[in-house]
């Protein structure tokens, strides 16, 4: 009797943490700051980033995700004056596969290295290298409140758009 009390309160005490941690990454909350540098090695700042809305996209640059950066630069190149979008690399300090993917596809966008995934981690609360977390888009309005999370490749391209007008039109992403 007393192994089956100890299994229910370890399991209740899981099921407890993961609802915090769940919590703590849930929408709705202000995007931490942070500072990356680009491929350029230009530093951006995201608390520098006035009067726009925000897209953080943590990618490890895998297949999926190379075949529908042309999607995210399309949005870009569309809605660039309202929205800007932060690819964040998941491969740790490896630039030249970045920057190889940048320059086939052609992507215009900012990509930021996040060398030790501090950044990563403080956004989905974890980091394992050369992997994207199940979390891996912050859709951040102007105010810099992070108002949808979701995991891209796995949105279609109507999906973004349409996260990307509520975002620019001031209502909460659904």
């Known amino acids: 009797m007393r192994i089956k009390k100890t299994i229910f309160i370890l399991v209740i005490s899981l099921l407890l943490w993961n609802c915090l941690k769940a919590k703590e990454q849930s929408s709705n909350r202000i995007a931490p700051s942070f500072s990356l540098k680009e491929l350029t090695g230009k530093k951006v700042i995201l608390k520098d980033i006035k009067n726009k ?20 630069e399309k949005m870009y190149k569309q809605y660039k004056k309202s929205v800007e979008i932060l690819a964040i690399s998941q491969l740790g300090k490896d630039t030249v596969t970045v920057k190889k993917a940048v320059k086939e596809l052609k992507i215009t966008f900012p990509f930021l290295i996040d060398p030790d995934g501090k950044v990563c981690k403080l956004y989905s609360g974890e980091y ?3 992997t994207c977390p199940l979390n891996n888009i912050y859709f951040i309005d102007k105010n810099g409140i992070i108002r949808d999370i979701s995991h891209y490749p796995g949105l279609s391209k109507e999906e973004l758009e349409g996260k990307i007008k509520i975002l620019i039109t001031g209502g909460i992403v659904k």
């Open 53 to 72: 809305s925000v897209i953080i996209w943590f990618t490890n640059l895998c297949g999926g995700c190379q075949a529908n950066m042309p999607t995210l």
């Open 128 to 130: 394992v290298s050369n």
